[in-house]
């Protein structure tokens, strides 16, 4: 791994012990995390991934990846929220000089990107029923998402949409939330992620300027890459929960005094082997899951500088994409059937280690599991196991999530 002290460090200790100490109570009383999010904007977290050629940090996907892991330990709705965005960013890589020039600015300058992809239903899949159409006073926006987690926090929202209804095919327009016709609706009614801002923005009539608009060619370099980054992204987030479950086990154990008389000799439990044991398999497995993520952001890094020397990044290439470009999507599909599994285990036995006392909502140690499996949840696990039997027997390269809509047969 290349070093994190190699960009400005933006999660000092300091701010992550902060965010961390109100992350149960925002969780209990809904309180959406307005305020430190705003810290981390002014200290341009939402930077990190600008190339150092456009003045920004120029960390690696491994670097930010080790950032977001550690911001969701601290809160792990915070770090969830920023998907949209870094999202944005990572596409920004593709995007025609004139694209680059007006928005890698916007985000120096402390400005985020929600994201508005998804529709609750009503269009097939591979097509959208939300459009950008050019009329006589310009390109104009309409329709409706869900799921638009980051948005209610963030200066703008990229927003998929088609330029016929319900025709396959896509652009993003990029539109500010304040704008007039943009109505954000904080209505996600999940157990688990409440403070993600993941409900409801509808466009009426919104303007779109021509250098909002993003194109996006399916089967490019950019598809496959940010398919890919998205789920990489979650897998972090599913790591700094399992680590904050072991935080909270491991302090609830060192400081508890209670014990039953069916444990080893009466002793406290911090020091019954049982209670360590479940502890120390704890630990492994949050360690396991920690180096697979990481080790499938070296594989991004390392698929995006084999495309940079291919030239696949333009957005003119039309040749054949280097092998080495599928690698992030097939090693994420692996992660996911593992990682997730090994961080709801995680989460699940944190009550092993203390009594009926550690159900008590007011401690909120429910939201790490609640969280976890809210997560993996995004994709079936199941299609992505398939996937990777079909590469295993057949050499079939996967095919990155990029689609959700009512099924054609």
Known sequence: MTTTTDHPRVLEPELLDEIAAGAAERDLDRVLPFAQVRSLDQRRFGALRVPAEHGGPGASVEELIVEVIALAQADSNIAHLYRGHFGFVESLRFQPPEIQHA?????????????????????ALGSLNTTVTETERGWVLNGEKFYTTGTIF???????????????GRRFAVVPVQASGVTVVDDWD??????????????ENVSVPALNLLNRDYGSHEAVHEAAFFQLYLLAVQVGIAQAALRDAAATVRRRTRTFNTSAAGAAFKDDPLIQQIVGRMSAKAFAAKATVLEVARIHDQALQSGLQAGTHHPGYRGELPEEVYDPELAVEKAQVTVHELVLEVTQELFQTVGAS???RT???????????????????????????????????????????????
């Open 154 to 168: 963030s200066d703008y929202t990229r927003v998929s949409a088609a330029q016929d209804p319900g025709v396959p």
């Open 190 to 203: 999940g157990f688990g992620q409440k403070l993600t801002g993941t409900g409801t923005t509808r466009f």
């Open 103 to 123: 928005w890698y600015p916007v985000v120096l300058g402390g400005g985020t990107v929600g994201n508005a992809s998804t529709e609750r239903g009503g269009n």
């Open 358 to 360: 550690a159900t008590l």
């Open 363 to 409: 401690k909120g140690l429910d939201r790490h599991w609640r969280n976890a499996q809210t997560v993996a949840t995004h994709n079936p696990t199941v299609f992505r196991a398939r996937s990777i039997g079909d590469y295993e027997i057949n050499r079939t390269l996967p095919e990155g999530l990029n689609a959700i809509g009512d099924s054609r047969n």
